[in-house]
């Protein structure tokens, strides 16, 4: 068990990442039928997640406040398992379970059409955001006026190499049937590749929300 005698010839056992213990390449089991129920009679953005297996191909990390632990959990097609803890460790409660896959992306033409999404009286951050029809009203920041966007550093490991990717983001929502559509408007910056001070891309994340229940480790 500890190696003694065996001359270290063993593989070391792969860590097991954030609060459900997961490694990279380990399961999840996503239940998602109290989604769908939730759901039931609605017309989401795009179909909702199907649940069953995820193979997590990377972990990424965040503390957000004193209290707060984002950890994300990745598959190979970019969904994300995300959840809420306060420290990361396993096994404590899980303050809050979602499901994001991507839906868009955007890429500004340059400074004022960067301007145009994230400046003073930017599109990002105001108290609604209308996406070709489909309104989203935002769940972050107070008042009537447009809000600061919410800035954090992720740490995503794929058990190969780790990135440093900063994070300027607005959350929005809307209700849909008994739950909530969530829409994530991100832009990204990877601080090991020198990217331009702005970002490279705006990416639009639609998320719904789990119970703790929903997610165990395989």
Known sequence: MFG????????????????????IGGGIEIDTLSLQAG?????????????????????????LDASTVLSRYYDADNTILQVLSASATLGEELLDVSIYQPWDSV?????AD?????????????????ADGI???R??????G????????????????RREIHQSCMLYARPLGQAREMLLINIERDLGLGAASQG???????????????????
């Not at 003694?4 to 490694?23: F, H, I, T």
């Not at 891309?201 to 639609?206: A, H, Q």
């Open 4 to 23: 003694w005698g065996s001359g270290g010839g063993q593989a070391a056992l792969p860590a097991e990442r954030g609060p459900l213990g997961v490694a």
């Open 139 to 144: 769940f972050w920041g107070d008042g009537a």
């Open 200 to 218: 490279t891309s705006i990416e639009f994340i639609l998320g719904y929300g789990l119970m703790a229940a929903d997610v165990r480790r395989l």
């Open 114 to 130: 960067w301007a145009r999404w994230r400046g003073p009286s930017g599109l990002i951050g105001q108290p609604r955001y209308d």
């Open 146 to 161: 447009r809000a600061d966007l919410v800035e954090f550093v992720e740490t995503v490991d794929d058990g190969e190499s």
């Open 135 to 137: 309104v989203f009203e």
């Open 39 to 63: 759901m039931a009679g609605a017309e989401p953005s795009m179909p909702l997640p199907s649940g069953g297996m995820m193979i997590v191909a990377a972990y990424g990390e965040a503390r």
């Open 107 to 111: 890429v500004p033409a340059g400074a």
